[in-house]
């Protein structure tokens, strides 16, 4: 069961990039990695998901090294919309045991 | 319309009663999941359950169970509720089971 570890919070101003990094050392050979975003009283909501390499989609990109043992969430040009908590999260392909790390804080400011 | 509906979204209760909360996707998904986000904001699955199988955290006590009459619906029934019960829960579904689910609104209980 692979564990999470994110940074607490970040700030950003608006038209950053910014960058999320997920720790997660004990990542099983069938584990994928997904990012989800959650604003207050919401539902987390799904930004990406992926394997290995690089996954873009119309939201994020997600950057994942060879050896899978972390990943990065990349936001283009945040706006104060951005602001909410974000997940990383590891599962093995039944979905049986998805853990969510314990979430970044992004504060986007103007 | 609303891809994942949960109700109630409040429910606040006594200790030791018996509540439901009901889960309804219209997205045609074969699994549902239930989460239980706690105020640390930590976010712990309890169920997965497709029309085959459901799948048990293991650390979720037996006073949770999930109750499926068809596959666009799986409620939760707890029984005997205790102060540590309340938390935000979430119903979630999917058609991928890499997929963590598309999450519904929340249903926060308060047990005082």
């Known amino acids: 069961l692979a564990k999470t570890t994110q940074p607490i919070s970040m700030d950003s101003y608006e038209g950053q990039e910014v960058n999320i990094t997920c720790s997660h050392n004990n990542i099983a050979t069938n584990d994928y990695i997904t990012w989800y975003q959650q604003f207050p009283s919401q539902g987390p909501r799904f930004i990406i998901q992926?394997?290995?390499t690089k996954v873009t989609n119309e939201v994020a990109s997600l950057f994942i090294p060879a050896d899978r043992k972390s990943s990065t969430l990349s936001l283009p040009r945040v706006s104060l919309s951005d602001t909410a908590v974000y997940y990383c999260l590891v599962g093995d392909n039944y979905g049986q045991n998805f853990v969510f790390g314990p979430g970044t804080r992004l504060s986007v400011l103007p | 319309d609303t891809a994942v509906s949960q109700t109630p979204k409040y429910l606040v209760t006594q200790m030791g009663n018996d509540k439901s909360i009901k889960c309804e996707q219209n997205?045609?998904?074969?699994?549902m999941y239930w989460y239980k986000q706690d105020s640390k904001k930590f976010l712990k699955i309890m169920f997965s359950?497709?029309?085959?199988?459901?799948?048990i955290n293991e650390t979720v006590p037996n006073r949770f169970s999930p109750k499926s009459p068809d596959k666009a619906h799986l409620n939760l029934h707890i029984n005997s509720l205790e102060l540590g019960d309340s938390a935000v829960y979430f119903c979630?579904?999917?058609?991928?089971?890499?997929?963590?689910?598309?999450f519904g609104s929340g249903t926060r209980l308060t047990v005082v």
């Open positions: 992926g394997y290995k």
């Open positions: 997205l045609g998904h074969d699994t």
């Open positions: 359950y497709n029309n085959k199988e459901l799948i």
């Open positions: 979630a579904s999917s058609q991928d089971h890499r997929d963590p689910g598309t």
